[in-house]
């Protein structure tokens, strides 16, 4: 149970950061000696799904669902560790994180999880998310963009940085005018 | 009366205008919060704000008021 909940935090890892693929960007970044792959349909509340493969460009988010994966490596991930993390600019916002010894030499996992909750008062854009599974035996690492749909203005940071521009603006016609 | 202006408000108001610009822009999808966004844009923020605030030492129309002090001058 262990095992397989650490493989599986794994696996969700590689899924969620390895399996887009664009003209832009490679999803697994070279060179991927532990051969890892997976790929995942996330489906929202309302039943729609989202295939993501190699051949996605970018990743259109539902706020809510889950993600039913399949992962796998072509050599067990001894000891490893690793994270997921969203990129904001210089910030860079940690996902999820684990830590696990694998003592099973899993390989393949599947299963399903929830989207986190706090993706629903996100503010929408595109983000670059970045992941690592880092073990005794190699590692992997990849990126992909995942864009959130909405309105600026239906989010509290929409709002604040409309107002801020607008004061900015108003501040900068006054730095203009001769005293 | 020399004309002075306001380039240090010019220059923190167009370094807030730079980095609100880049949270619009990546609101509306256009350019994506990255290192890029935050260094440019506030930093051509900054270099406008501050080149606008010192823009009125270098008008060339003269204000009202220095009309005014140089025609008193000549009587």
Same mark, same amino acid.
């Given at each position: 149970m262990f095992v397989r909940r650490s493989a599986g935090a794994l696996a969700a890892a590689v899924v969620i950061t390895v399996v887009v693929a664009g003209p832009a960007m490679a999803v697994i970044d070279p060179p991927n000696t532990l051969g890892c792959h997976g790929t995942a349909v996330i489906t929202s509340k309302d039943g729609k799904k989202v295939a993501v493969t190699t051949d996605s460009q970018e990743i259109k988010l539902p706020r809510e669902g889950t993600v039913t994966f399949e992962a796998g490596t072509l050599k067990p991930l001894l000891n490893n560790h690793g994270d997921v993390s969203i990129q904001f600019g210089f910030l860079k916002v940690k996902a999820g994180a684990w830590n696990s010894p694998n003592l099973r030499l899993a390989i393949f996992v599947a299963g399903s999880k929830e989207l986190p909750k706090a993706l629903k008062y996100a503010p929408p854009g595109k983000y670059e998310v970045t992941g690592e599974a880092i073990g005794s035996t190699g590692s992997c690492t990849g990126h992909f963009t995942i864009v959130l749909s909405g309105s600026p203005l239906s989010n509290p940071v929409g709002v604040a940085a409309l107002v801020g521009t607008l004061i900015s603006l108003v501040g900068l016609g006054l730095a203009t005018r001769a005293r | 009366m020399r004309r002075r202006g306001r380039p240090i408000l010019g220059a923190f108001s167009g370094l807030l205008l730079g980095i609100f610009l880049a949270v619009d822009l990546h609101l509306f999808q256009v350019? &994506?919060? &990255?290192k890029s966004s935050e260094i440019i844009l506030p930093g051509a923020g900054l270099v406008l704000g501050f080149l606008l605030g010192l823009r009125p030492l270098f008008g060339a129309k003269t204000s009202r008021y220095s009309s005014i002090h140089r025609s008193t001058d000549r009587l």
């Open positions: - | 350019w &994506s919060l &990255s």
